[in-house]
């Protein structure tokens, strides 16, 4: 296994893209499966090398470096691929994501993330109602992608009593775009038994008019309370689901990935799918804790926690792609989006005392809930530590980051020798004084760059509810790569929709792409421009965020994140080069082959040569109508021995 004839420079490369076999050579070198020769190899190794070729064997990598150098590794039955001048790179590592979620949802009612008022809300559930017309009366209608905070802000929140004009009697449940909010009818809280009586949930809340009576509105744990009155889904449908989601997955180049809220149906099924030969991703999953439980009993939670990882995991990573379950997932609070409001915050958000007309924000009472304090987060941490457990821990608001950073340096104190590598998702909001802590505790942000453009959830109400000290400092990726913590991305699909480039385009720009016609997860021209004036990260920055720093919150650094040799083969082609295209098109990016543990799992165009019959028919059998289209969460986030419910993913 050999590095030769790397450079820091663009190498020259034909022009030809066709997929061949080699014709042999005297070399005594054992020849490779696969040779991908004639491209711009950006390898990000430590040095960041840049070669022409990759040789293949056994599904690691064997060389890297000159075109020239490889023909030794080509042999009579070696695969060729000529690149043709395209960038090769290290497969995409999507370190927070909700997996069978995605899949389930394909299937059900897409609200597609539009700005809808309640009128147009009714008009496409009414016409999901309509072309299901032999649905039973107790057959529940499932939404998804509703964006609650266009609809409040340009009409008003609806109620039970908006989906109870429908012309149906059947359940209906409204989940919104960032799954922090299900809206029910009347016959979905009879179904789930909610009443007036009925008490919030450990993490969650009801709404509720001046009698006290639910409106229909169901914030975090309140929704997944909801939700649980739902049928389970057949083990075929769960099949389904995951096929859908690795079909989604490999067209997006994604190799690894986390889900970042997994129950024990996410082990079963992708077992089950690596038996079956379909697993064409690796799969880590993150296994949720119940804030109650953890309450009760830190240590009983984490035993618990550890038996259902065991009962999943499939040990070390090899080429061909398994399962590993070694993370537990905490959800110290909710959104920092209006109207939501349930990010933990350490000042109260803002709300108006005014008028529409003639506003006026004042502090409000509400600094949003923490759903773990610090006195259960810090013995959870610690009996995670103590189990060879890591923690990735769900934290909006700048009050739960800190809780996070304050328990992650406790726990460094107590257990200084431990190898333990925490994760704080979503960081939308951290106090300027916590961002030298994440380096200085060895803590990982894991960012979701998309979020950082001017949206209908980014901008107005909750940039007005936030205030303008808490906005201009809302997304900081950049000021914390700058005060040198390690950046991750995870998408956390089926949030917003997959668009894995445009997420990138806009962690080096904080804007969209609103005039890019083929990407579902931009938006109108009038959100054009940068979210705020906060720093951006390098091109650099987010290759690494979704390669080799993704691989190390995964712990397969050692064996994929970047191109070396001995690593495994994880590959992804790009239809233009990441690292030249103009900023404004940074989005407009396809990934024209992917290559798992030196199989091809998905090729288009001209690679389309390189891909193997069976995995042909796999693909055809899987295939999504938009790889790139959100789907919902779904599915249960939950240890083995609790109730079935179709959670959101996010289940508080």
């Not at 150098?69 to 790179?89: C, F, K, N, Y």
């Not at 990935?257 to 079956?276: N, Q």
């Not at 919150?553 to 590959?571: H, T, W, Y």
């Not at 030196?598 to 295939?623: E, H, M, P, W, Y």
Request: proline share 6%.
């Amino acid at each position: 296994m050999r590095v030769k004839g790397t450079t820091g420079g663009l190498l020259a490369a034909g022009l030809a893209m066709a997929i061949a076999v080699g014709c042999g050579g005297g070399s005594d070198v054992e020849p490779a499966d696969v040779v991908l020769r004639g491209g711009k190899v950006v390898t990000m190794d430590a040095k960041r090398h840049v070669a022409q070729a990759v040789a293949v064997r056994g599904g690691r990598i064997d060389f890297v470096g000159t075109d020239a150098d490889v023909a030794e590794h080509i042999g009579p039955s070696t695969q060729v691929i000529e690149l043709g001048g395209r960038m090769l790179m290290p497969g995409f590592i999507d370190a927070h994501l909700h997996s069978l979620a995605g899949g389930r949802a394909l299937l059900v009612c897409d609200m597609a993330y539009q700005p809808l008022t309640r009128a147009q809300l009714t008009a496409r559930l009414q016409a999901c109602l309509d072309a299901t017309p032999d649905a039973t009366p107790d057959a529940w209608l499932e939404a998804v992608n509703w964006d609650r905070a266009s609809t409040a802000s340009i009409d008003a929140d609806p109620t039970r009593a908006t989906l109870d004009a429908l012309a149906t009697t059947r359940p209906i449940v409204v989940t919104s775009a960032d799954f922090h909010t299900v809206l029910a009818n009347s016959r979905a809280l009879t179904l789930a038994g909610v009443t007036a009586a009925t008490p919030d949930p450990a993490g969650g809340r009801f709404a509720r008019d001046g009698s006290g009576t639910p409106t229909g509105i169901c914030e975090d744990a309140a929704g997944f309370q909801v939700k649980a009155a739902i049928p389970p889904d057949s083990e075929a449908d769960l099949m389904k689901q995951g096929r859908a989601a690795l079909a989604a997955l490999r067209e997006q180049g994604i190799t690894s990935f986390m889900d970042a809220a997994a129950g024990e149906a996410h082990g079963r099924i992708f077992k089950a799918l690596r038996a079956s030969d379909e697993l064409t991703a690796r799969v880590n999953l993150a296994i949720s804790v119940d804030a109650a439980e953890a309450a009760a009993d830190p240590a009983a939670a984490i035993a618990e926690i550890r038996a259902a990882a065991a009962a999943m995991d499939q040990g070390e990573a090899t080429p061909a792609p398994n399962v590993r379950a070694r993370v537990v997932k905490v959800f110290m609070d909710g959104v920092v989006n209006a109207p939501a409001d349930t990010g933990s915050l350490l000042t109260p958000y803002f709300e108006n005392a005014g008028t529409d007309d003639a506003p006026n924000w004042v502090e409000s009472g509400n600094r949003g809930p923490l759903y773990f304090a610090p006195a259960v987060l810090r013995p959870l941490m610690l009996a995670a530590v103590d189990s060879g457990l890591d923690m990735h821990l769900h934290a909006t608001g700048d009050r739960g980051v800190r809780t996070v950073l304050d328990a992650v340096e406790a726990t460094r104190t107590a257990r200084p020798n431990a190898d333990f590598r925490p994760a704080i998702a979503h960081v939308e909001t951290a106090a300027v004084a916590d961002y030298a802590r994440f380096k200085a505790l060895d803590t990982m942000a894991t960012m979701s760059f998309q979020w950082a453009q001017r949206a209908p959830y980014s901008i107005g109400d909750t940039e007005n509810h936030l205030g303008p000290e808490r906005f201009a400092r809302m997304e900081p990726s950049g000021s914390l790569r700058r005060a040198g913590a390690r950046i991750v991305h995870g998408s956390d699909w089926p949030i917003d929709a997959f668009d894995t480039f445009l997420a990138l385009k806009v962690g080096v720009t904080r804007s969209g792409d609103p005039a890019n016609p083929n990407s579902p997860a931009s938006f109108a021209p009038i959100f054009e421009g940068p979210i705020n004036a906060d720093p951006a990260l390098t091109r650099d920055d987010v290759l690494a965020a979704i390669t080799i720093d993704a691989a190390h919150q995964l712990r397969l650094e050692k064996v994929a994140g970047s191109i070396e040799a001995g690593k495994f083969a994880d590959l992804i082609v790009l239809e233009r080069d990441f690292l030249t295209v103009p900023d404004a098109e940074l989005g407009r990016n396809r990934v024209l082959l992917t290559m798992v543990g030196g199989k091809v799992v998905a090729a288009l165009d001209a690679f389309a040569g390189a891909l193997g019959s069976a995995q042909q028919a796999l693909n055809g059998r899987a295939r999504v109508l938009s790889a790139r289209g959100s789907t919902g969460h779904a599915i249960p986030a939950h240890v083995p021995g609790a109730p079935h419910a179709h959670g959101d993913g996010h289940n508080h």
